[in-house]
């Protein structure tokens, strides 16, 4: 069992610069185009953090295990969709607490999350290369709603 927690100020920006760093990352393991990862990573954070504060209906969570913090969720209104729509745009649990469950937890934390801000749905982005993640997905019920596919030639 987890819970989530808002990070204090000093957590988020001490989180914010790296989880933008892994998505360029990313998204360049998953076949874009470095200078188009990078472009499009800066054009999200200036949406999404605007100052480097999060915008409304922007959640950036502690994940507290019995441990204390062992991750981090982010949670947010999609850039588009319905008000009943919720979209985790990054979980992680942090290397040394991983192979416990706790992902599954942080997951299921989130639904009961978005179920108390009277959300119907949860939805997520995972790159093809996260199988660890694509298969927790799997196994937790969430539906592929788009493939996008490509062979480097």
Known sequence: MVKLEIKSADELSAWL??????????????GHEPESAQQLSLVQRNELFPNDVPANDQFIMNIIGDDGVV????????????????????????????GRGLGRAAMEAAEEWTRERNGTR????????????????????????????????
């Open 17 to 30: 610069p790296g989880v933008f760093e892994q998505y360029v990352a990313e998204r360049i393991r998953a």
């Open 71 to 98: 991750g981090t969720m982010w949670l947010g209104r999609p850039h588009s969709g319905s008000r009943e729509t919720w979209f985790v745009f990054d979980v992680e649990i942090d290397k040394e607490f991983r």
């Open 122 to 153: 949860l939805a997520l982005n995972v790159f093809g290369p996260n199988l660890t993640a694509r298969s927790l997905y799997d196994s937790l019920g969430y539906e592929v709603m788009s493939t996008s596919m490509f062979k480097d030639l």
